[in-house]
């Protein structure tokens, strides 16, 4: 079982994981299809709903545990496509199809990295792999679930297009439900306390609000207000106008203190978190994994898109091939030299660190 073999087959498998459908919550033939990967190569692995994870053959509890994670669910395409999403299209060393960069490259180069490392002894790290489910939604059955189910996890390696620079940072994420509330009444008679125009202010205070504090890696705290409702019919000013805040929190912050100066600031009648548990994440740059992929030649970055990173207690390095800007795009695709590229640049990262 050379790299080469590794890589070859690693490749069929993302064309079958492109042709089989596996958005979020319905990943369980694309799960199926992982199962057979590892049944071919010998791998004993375990299935836990639509995540299938193995560890190391001579796995040692004595050792620190590092995980290899992606995904194997996907968005839904949108309508721009103009070739079959569900189709692995290979065309100018591009490999097209639903998923095919947003995270099905990265996941099977980090499988094929797991099995070429799979039956060594005495390495210095226990590998735990994890091809994880419901990652595109942040649902409750994904890698967050499998926390408790695996191993203790010392760092974590995440497979996400980087370009196979190393993100050695993440904002978190925390959408904010927001009411302006006024004085319901019929469009003909005077109203000072219209809901609709005290919005225009809370919009421009949403719009020029800054965190104080900035990083040097990810940079300010993001807010951008996404979606506004209000009103039902022509002749009726409503009683209150809903707002929807998409917050991206630097490693400045905990997203309970991101919280807590919103409800503090913000011009609204109420402004609630739907959730505090997609924080930033980030990994030392002294840990031996920066210094090692930095010492073969790979930049350092502050990513703003989130990741199962923001489910991980422990350091966490995102790192993999292709390129985040093509994820959810229309005709996505990955280049097959950068599944070959990648995959040498795990391995030879790898080696430096666990070998």
Not at 2 to 26: C, G, R, Y
Request: charged share 25%; proline share 4%; glycine share 6%.
């Amino acid at each position: 079982m050379t790299l080469s073999e590794l890589t070859n087959d690693a490749i069929f498998l993302l064309k079958k994981l492109i042709e089989t459908e596996s958005f979020s919550s319905d990943e369980d033939r694309t799960a199926s299809l992982i199962e057979d990967w590892f049944k071919r190569y010998k791998v004993a692995y375990k299935r836990t709903k639509n995540n299938v994870w193995a560890i190391n053959k001579n796995f040692d509890e004595r050792k620190p545990t590092l995980l290899l994670n992606s995904h194997h669910d996907t968005v839904k395409p949108n309508a721009a496509y103009t070739k079959d999403p569900f189709k692995a299209i290979i065309e100018d060393g591009k490999l097209y199809g639903l998923g095919s960069n947003d995270a099905g490259g990265c996941l099977v180069s980090l499988i094929a990295v797991f099995t070429y490392f799979y039956n060594e002894s005495d390495l210095k790290y226990n590998l735990v792999i994890v091809a994880s489910a419901e990652e595109e939604s942040s649902g409750p059955n994904g890698l967050n679930s499998m926390l408790s189910v695996i191993p203790k996890v010392d760092v974590a390696i995440v497979g996400e297009p980087t370009l196979m620079n190393l993100a050695i940072a993440e904002k978190g994420l925390v959408v904010f439900d927001a009411k302006v509330t006024g004085t319901p009444s019929h469009a003909a008679h005077p109203n000072e306390n219209n809901c609709i125009y005290k919005t225009i202010k809370a919009l421009q205070w949403f719009k020029d609000f800054k965190f104080e504090k900035s990083s040097e890696v990810l940079g300010d705290v993001k807010l951008t207000v996404t979606q506004i409702n209000g009103g039902t019919q022509h002749n009726v000013v409503p009683a209150e106008v809903d707002l929807v805040i998409d917050v991206r929190v630097n490693d400045k912050y905990t997203n309970k203190e991101v919280t807590e100066i919103l409800q503090k600031l913000a011009p609204c009648n109420s402004i609630i978190p739907r959730s505090l548990r997609l924080n930033s994440s980030s990994i030392p740059v002294d840990h031996e994994l920066v210094k090692a992929g930095i010492a073969i030649g790979r930049s350092t970055y502050g990513s703003p898109t989130l990741s199962d990173q923001a489910v991980l207690t422990c350091p966490s390095l995102k790192l993999g091939p292709g390129d985040s800007t093509r994820s959810h795009s229309a005709d996505e695709f990955i280049y097959i030299n950068e599944i070959e590229e990648g995959i040498k640049i795990y391995v030879e990262l790898l080696n430096r660190v666990i070998a």
